[in-house]
């Protein structure tokens, strides 16, 4: 139903935007009906490029203003709709405004149609709709246009069909094909479309009346009916749950056009038993017994209960069939069905009979097992192979049962007892049991075979298999870290069971979002620390271990550790050389060994032998530095000190002498 009402949507579209997209193919854009006693009722819908809610205009074929401005969201309009309909229309400009895509404003304007052709207070409160008085008689075409921001007639005018207000407009045509049907929740009723031979006065809203002996004549809906134009009247349109039961019925359908205008009553005079006695008996238990199973359900007192029928079926679905050609008597409580196969599984249900013999709805099925006798033998060619992901188990089948029982019991030292791996029995002669990341353990299976009414054979021989050891190491936890010294140093602890562990894998990386690479050679099993001497000073280091089983499968890293490597103890370094040379300026070049470890050479110079160390070059990595403004006719001491990459200054060599001449001074030369 919400299909077709979308279909008529999209057909309202398309006629309505087809037959408004300019004054000369406008003439069927305006609905217009006549009372036959000079009123005049109109009802236009602009297309939804054109909706105007600036109010629009009414004149009639002689070019007289009849109504200067039927405005959008008037208030006396609004007054006659919900204050939920009234909001909504005050916030339709910005809607159709803000509307992100075409296909977001088709649906909302088919919305408005929807609701425009089927609630007229709500097309008056949208200013697209108006009723004129005192019209007087002939044939008049009426002209509707689009006002602007000013209030101004626009270029876009829509215009109706020739109309006179002496002549009354035929009413929508009536509902047809009236039917109706009773259920224990009610009456249910449905119709077919009316004909109408002008889609655009299109009907797609009904109302229904009942009168009863005891309840007069009253609505059914409180509401209208919205159907739209077109559905398979075989499925009911309404639900009257308050029909009064064994009564003589009589329901009037009208049609509604859109102008709220009623058509004459489709008429269905029906008689409607009572409800209740039409409801199925609840709860419905079958009993299986040797031979026979029983069907009981509670006793009910209801003067228009004229007694029950039973049904069985194969399937809890169906299909059912009676079990008895006459209906039993409405004091029965119980069927004995004799007409049992012993192993074969029944569904029954009971429905209930009225005088005139019609079937309610049937009860929620009960299920019984005919019984049989004996047990089934002991399974025979039992054999258990191991696969990847499954231990298959394969058997010989056994003729007349309902299927089988797997059960296994693991052997691991202690006396575990049988487990049955399937909850409902499995038909065909084998099973799979998948073992997912089961190892290192042997496993022990056995097969019960079982009756249709489910008598136990006894075991079948028992079938073992050892699994694999394919588990999967625990992550190491690392407790303990450090960065002293100019490396890291980890301190891990193992997850037990540790002698299943073969070796352990360092992974390093230089962000906390990187799983790492391995570094070093594999650890021994013993192993609990780990140093990493390959780092820089002042550096970050993430690092997480991974344990290595003996069977070759690895563990998840552990969790991971970050370590800030703290600067290497630096050792003084030896003293530099220092020589003065007068060519081709004066200069002391100063040599010295050049750093290891990632370490920088400072140089400092101390004039006169008393001043403070002051320093002329450095950090730097080479082995040659030049102090090019040595003072004349001093001695210079120059000594060095190493230097690691997070700046901590190592303890200074000892200081090399060199004599600077003044070359100024003749007697120095």
Request: a neutral charge.
């Amino acid at each position: 139903m919400k299909q077709k009402l979308f279909f008529f949507v999209l057909v309202c579209l398309c006629v309505f935007a087809s037959s408004s997209t300019s004054a000369q193919e406008g003439s069927k854009a305006v609905l217009a009906v006549s009372d036959g006693r000079g009123g005049i009722s109109l009802l236009w819908i602009p297309s939804a490029a054109q909706w105007s809610f600036n109010g629009w205009q009414i004149s009639d074929s002689a070019g007289n203003v009849l109504v200067p401005k039927v405005a959008h969201a008037d208030p006396a309009a609004l007054s006659k709709v919900s204050i939920e309909d009234a909001d909504a229309i005050k916030k339709l400009p910005d809607a159709f405004h803000n509307a992100q895509d075409q296909t977001q404003l088709k649906q909302l304007y088919g919305i408005l149609i929807l609701r425009v052709l089927s609630d007229p207070p709500y097309a008056r409160a949208l200013g697209i709709s108006w009723s004129l008085q005192h019209v007087p008689a002939g044939l008049r075409r009426y002209t509707v246009t689009a006002l602007d921001a000013g209030g101004k007639p626009t270029s876009y005018l829509l215009r109706s069909q020739p109309i006179d207000s002496s002549a009354a407009s035929p009413l929508p045509p009536a509902p047809g094909s009236l039917q109706a049907s009773t259920s224990y929740k009610g009456v249910s009723l449905g119709w077919s479309p009316p004909a109408t031979d002008d889609p655009m006065m299109p009907v797609i809203a009904y109302t229904v009346e009942r009168d009863s002996e005891d309840q007069g004549n009253a609505p059914v809906n409180a509401k209208p009916i919205i159907a739209g134009t077109s559905w398979d009247a075989r499925i009911p349109l309404l639900l009257d749950a308050n029909a009064p039961g064994n009564q003589q019925l009589v329901y009037y359908v009208y049609s509604i056009d859109a102008f709220g205008r009623r058509s004459r009553p489709a008429t269905l005079h029906y008689f409607h038993q009572d409800s209740a006695a039409m409801q199925p008996p609840q709860p419905v238990n079958a009993t299986a017994a040797p031979g026979k199973i029983t069907v009981s359900w509670p006793a009910r007192q209801n003067p228009n209960l004229a007694g029950y029928l039973v049904e069985r079926a194969h399937l809890f679905d169906g299909p059912y069939e009676a079990l008895q050609a006459q209906a039993l008597s409405p004091q029965t409580t119980e069927y004995v069905d004799e007409s049992t196969h012993p192993g074969t599984l029944y569904y029954y249900r009971v429905r209930t009979v009225n005088a005139r013999g019609d079937l309610g709805d049937p009860s929620k099925p009960a299920s019984a097992l005919a019984r049989s006798k004996g047990s089934p033998p002991a399974v025979q060619g039992f054999t258990a192979a191991l696969g990847h992901t499954r231990v298959r188990l394969t058997w010989q089948p056994i003729a007349q049962v309902a299927g089988y029982f797997v059960e296994r019991h693991i052997m691991n030292g202690t006396n575990n007892p049988w487990v049955r791996l399937n909850s409902h029995l499995t038909v065909e002669p084998r099973y799979d049991d998948p073992i997912g990341n089961a190892s290192d353990a042997t496993m022990e299976y056995r097969i019960v075979a079982v009756t249709f009414d489910s008598v136990e054979g006894h075991p079948s021989t028992i079938a073992r298999v050892t699994l694999p050891d394919i588990s999967i190491p625990e992550p190491p936890t690392i407790n303990s870290a450090s960065g002293l010294d100019g490396k890291a140093q980890l301190g891990f602890e193992p997850a037990p069971p540790t002698e299943k562990v073969a070796s352990f894998l360092v992974l390093r990386s230089g962000a906390e979002n990187e799983t790492g690479v391995v570094i070093g050679d594999p650890l021994p099993p013993t192993a609990r620390t780990f140093n990493d001497l390959y780092v820089k000073p002042g550096e970050h280091y993430y690092y997480r271990i991974v344990a290595v089983g003996k069977n070759g499968y690895r563990s998840n890293p552990g969790r991971q550790v970050v370590i800030r490597i703290g600067a290497p103890l630096i050792a003084a370094p030896a003293a530099p050389v220092a020589a003065f040379t007068a060519t081709p300026f004066a200069h002391v070049s100063i040599t010295f060994a050049a750093p290891t470890n990632g370490l920088a050479v400072i140089v400092e110079r101390q004039a006169g032998g008393t001043g403070p160390w002051m320093r002329i070059a450095g950090p730097t990595s080479g082995t040659t530095v030049t102090d090019f403004d040595p003072k004349p006719g001093m001695s210079h001491s120059y000594r060095i000190s190493y230097q690691s990459a997070d700046g901590t200054l190592g303890p200074a060599s000892v200081a090399a002498q060199v004599a600077v001449p003044d070359t100024n001074n003749p007697s120095q030369k």
